[in-house]
């Protein structure tokens, strides 16, 4: 066999060592190409979040308005009927006063008559004899004076009833009026009601149709974010099969750069991602199957593979999904240092809280926080509420990182609430 000369042999070791060295040009374009598509679906997502935000807002509005004008038809429906009832009531008063002034107005006419006809008597009386000669007729004083006390009487009582019914019929003719002026005020009423009624239901229809173009394209908005949210569920797992690991030197300053977006991270004097201070626990490990889950809800979505609703992806969901009442209380499952508080994409507004030993619990889709970053918290404190819940019927999200590696947290807790899908 033929020996090669040394010095081949040394140009052919030196032009091999560098290309042995140097990184695959392939795998790093790869991985810089789907960290740059990563940042730019997450940047969608959040966009898409805002105006979906946005969206859910002004249907919380024209939902409010809807009530507010529904009450304002049922109170002027109310009105009208008990309008109605009242101009029934009135009606029927109207008609006891009018027979009254009938009945007034007959007894009227026969004293007249009755009048007249003693004043012909009088006046047939009077040619032949005056009231003076009836009173010098009398026999004695005693029947002068009854005589005179009988003629006063007789005028007197014929002038007072004739007053009486006068004035009876005078207060029957006004209420009458009345009545008649207060009816016809209630019905000009009743018409504006129902002129006020059709108004409302305009108004009620202008603003349901308002609604359903809101929902219909809250609902677009929310197709569009699952699917950016399938794309970078994709992209996670592109980058994690490049880059080979999920292992970081330093997990709170990853999970504070990676959470807000890369660059926006970076402290703007160091340019390095901000620093927590790690929280010195025990982690999570001699709790496990002791928690008390963080929210009284149902459990709607559980950990692991889930086929997408609307779409033919396979998504692996890194925690639980929960609907829980509006407002209620979000507890610490154990005690631990909030590290990040603010907005993910995807996740609304987040919580991480660090349980010590590289022991993470994430709190998302809250409405408000009531704790701060770098408190400490204690096991079972109240650090949020959750808010309305999406088209899905989700308000929170719960996960559990050890180590880096989203885990199934149901093992950790006592006992997991209701399960109503997924």
Known sequence: ??????????????????????????????????????????????????????LRAREREIRASLEKIKRERDAAVQQRQELATSIAGLEQREKELEEGVAAAQEKIAKLQEGLGRRIVAIYKTHRRTSAL??????????????????????????????????????AWSEDRDRLVQVKAEQEQRIESLRNLEKTLEAQRVRHAELLREERAKAD??????????????????????????????????????????G???????????????????????????????????????????QQHDEFADILFVKGLEVIAPVATKVRAVAGGKVIFDRALPGYGNVLILDHGERYYTLYGRIAKSLVAMGDTVEAQQSIAEVGEPDHKGRNFYFELRIKGKATDPSSYFKQLPVTIQG
């Open 220 to 261: 677009e908005r929310e197709k569009a974010l699952e699917k950016l949210k399938a794309s970078a569920a994709r992209l996670e797992e592109v980058v994690a099969a490049v880059t080979g690991s999920e292992s970081v030197p330093s997990e709170v300053k990853i999970v504070a750069a990676i959470a807000r977006g």
């Open 1 to 54: 066999m033929s020996r090669i000369p040394p010095l081949i042999f040394l140009l052919a070791v030196s032009w091999t060592v560098p290309v042995l060295a140097q990184p695959a040009p392939l795998e790093v374009d790869a991985s810089r190409e789907a960290a740059k598509q990563l940042e730019d679906v997450r940047r969608k997502i959040q966009h898409e979040q805002e105006r979906l935000d946005d």
């Open 133 to 170: 000669d009836y009173l010098l007729e009398s026999t004695s004083t005693t029947d002068l004076l009854k005589r005179a006390r009988y003629l006063e009487a007789v005028a007197r009582f014929d002038r007072e009833y004739l007053t009486k019914l006068t004035e009876a019929v005078k």
């Open 263 to 305: 660059p926006k991270a970076l402290d703007p004097k160091t340019g390095e991602p901000e620093v927590v201070v790690p929280f010195t626990g025990r982690g999570l490990k001699h709790v496990k199957g002791t928690l008390a889950f963080p929210v009284d809800g149902k459990v709607i979505q559980r950990f692991g593979k």
